[in-house]
Structures are given as C-alpha cells and as structure tokens.
C-alpha cells in the first residue's frame, strides 16, 4: 500500500494467513532495544503526556454512586477527593495511580479499614510490589512484596 508515495508494508496480505503475525513485523522495524516505564519517561513526548493526561484526570472530582445512581457523600467520597492519608492530597494520590496505570496498566492503593470494617485511609502502593493471586476458590487476592 502506498501513502504519500511511501511503500508500507501490508500486514494483512500475507502469505500465510494462519501464522501469527511476529512482533518484529508488526512494528516494523525492532532495534533490540527494551523499554520500560522508566526509559519510556526518559523520552519528553511520552513524558509530556502521561503528566499531562494523568494530571487532567487527577482534577476531577470522583463521585461515588449507588445503584440508583444516586451521588453519595460517605467517607470513600471523601477519600478520594480530599485526603486520603495524613500525607497525601486526593489530587497526588490520583496522579500516582494514573501515572502508574499508563505506564504499567496498574495502580494500586492500599485501604486501611477501621475496626468495623469502614474504608479510613487510602495509601498508594507501587505496582512493581503487587502480585495478582488467585486461590484454590479462585478469589483473586493481591501480594504486596
């Protein structure tokens, strides 16, 4: 296929069409280089944006509803719009989780819960120290290294 006088390769006229198509040819061209979230923040672009979304995002007010889609103003409301945790705004904390769901897919916070098992402090957690579990029952559980 030809665009602006530029030959680009066709992924979907292959020869083959049962055989996987290989990362290498997906991309188009693989330098053997490996990125991750940091080397990927080192580059100003990805930077730029991952601040810019996730710091539009972290702005917003979140609102917590019931099945009636009915706002609700409990303690999880404010958690998350005001202070989650003695050292933490609502707006850093969301920064962090949506930093860190762009860059790794996840975010994480801890909930540390009051005797009667109400939601009192939200604590971010970095994702490089959870580890997604499932039981014998299948109940997914979450390790924190």
């Not at 990927?40 to 509803?65: D, E």
């Not at 801890?110 to 109940?139: F, M, Q």
Request: proline share 8%.
């Amino acid at each position: 296929m030809k665009i602006f006088n530029f030959q680009i390769p066709s992924l979907f006229n292959r020869a083959k069409p049962d055989q996987p198509i290989s990362r290498k040819a997906a991309i188009g061209y693989s330098g053997g280089t490996v990125v991750d979230e940091n080397s990927a923040m080192t580059i100003s672009a990805y930077y730029r944006g991952v601040m810019y979304l996730s710091s539009q995002i972290a702005k917003l007010p979140v609102h917590i509803k019931n099945s009636k889609n009915e706002v609700l103003d409990n303690n999880i409301s404010f958690l998350l719009n005001v202070q989650p945790n003695p050292e933490t705004t609502a707006y850093h904390l969301k920064l962090f989780l949506i930093q860190c769901a762009i860059n790794t897919g996840h975010g994480y916070a801890e909930i540390v819960r009051t005797p009667d098992g109400r939601p009192y402090e939200l604590w971010p957690i970095n994702p490089k120290r959870v580890t997604p579990v499932r039981n014998d029952k299948g109940k997914l559980f979450y390790q924190i290294y």
